[in-house]
């Protein structure tokens, strides 16, 4: 299989980005585990398959390693952003990416540091928004037990889910 891409890395993720406007690829889950595989593979933490450009506002596909497709990803976006604007598919220094969980706003601070800020909406602590299995409540500082061991969690969603064990 011959794949062109890019390969960035934004606070301790790498993507690659694949443009189907270069080279389109099947984004099958079989050639997206194979892609990013370390080992075999070019390996990486996904995929932002983009642009997808069918309308005014260019369309992101995040692919996860294991051929699922994220919502949003911060890190990925921001590369995202500045590969629109490195190869021009934007010129404005604020402009938006189409998501699966929506559409966020970016703005460039600084184009030769690559500085970009990127609106991710609204955070929920809200369970079942997340999802986090059981009653309805706002998941912060919960006890969590792991083979004996407790830890304090928090578990929110901007659009793909975290928890969080500081």
């Given at each position: 299989?011959?794949?062109?891409?890019?390969?960035?890395?934004?606070?301790?993720?790498?993507?690659?980005?694949?443009?189907?406007?270069?080279?389109d690829v099947a984004?099958?889950?079989?050639?997206?585990?194979?892609?990013?595989?370390?080992?075999?593979?070019?390996?990486?933490?996904?995929?932002?398959?983009?642009?997808?450009?069918?309308?005014?506002?260019?369309?992101?596909?995040?692919?996860?390693?294991?051929?699922?497709?994220?919502?949003?990803?911060?890190?990925?976006?921001?590369?995202?952003?500045?590969?629109?604007?490195?190869?021009?598919?934007?010129?404005?220094?604020?402009?938006?990416?189409?998501?699966?969980?929506?559409?966020?706003?970016?703005?460039?601070?600084?184009?030769?540091?690559?500085?970009?800020?990127?609106?991710?909406?609204?955070?929920?602590?809200?369970?079942?928004?997340?999802?986090?299995?059981?009653?309805?409540?706002?998941?912060?500082?919960?006890?969590?037990?792991?083979?004996?061991?407790?830890?304090?969690?928090?578990?929110?969603?901007?659009?793909?889910?975290?928890?969080?064990?500081?």
């Open positions: 299989m011959d794949v062109d891409f890019k390969k960035y890395h934004g606070l301790g993720n790498d993507y690659l980005v694949i443009d189907p406007n270069v080279r984004m099958t889950e079989a050639n997206i585990r194979l892609i990013c595989d370390r080992n075999f593979g070019v390996g990486s933490d996904g995929i932002l398959y983009g642009p997808i450009l069918d309308g005014d506002i260019p369309k992101l596909r995040i692919l996860n390693p294991d051929g699922s497709e994220a919502e949003k990803s911060g890190n990925g976006l921001r590369i995202f952003a500045k590969y629109l604007f490195e190869k021009q598919y934007v010129r404005s220094k604020e402009f938006q990416i189409q998501t699966l969980g929506g559409t966020v706003s970016v703005q460039v601070k600084d184009d030769v540091a690559g500085m970009i800020r990127i609106n991710m909406g609204k955070v929920t602590f809200v369970s079942d928004e997340i999802p986090v299995a059981g009653e309805k409540r706002e998941v912060v500082n919960e006890a969590l037990d792991v083979n004996g061991v407790d830890f304090k969690v928090t578990c929110l969603s901007i659009g793909n889910p975290h928890c969080v064990i500081p």
